[in-house]
């Protein structure tokens, strides 16, 4: 489990710079049966296309690159 978490993290590593040059972060709270808990932070928090960028960005990129991955579940705030 703990190296699923470890390539879901370098995988969040390389959308970071996108998700910071728009005020915003992510960071990662839990990795449980394949779904991947994040903490959406700045002003993606508050985004009202948070959830469109979760899904096709973030949950795309993980399930691409991270065997193993279903879903990204975002945990607010």
Known sequence: MAELKEQVEKALADIRPALQADGGDIELVDVVDGVVQVRLQGSCAGCPMS???????????????????DRVENLGF
């Open 51 to 69: 959830q469109l960028t979760l899904t096709n960005g973030v949950e795309r990129h993980l399930r691409n690159v991270v065997p193993g991955v």
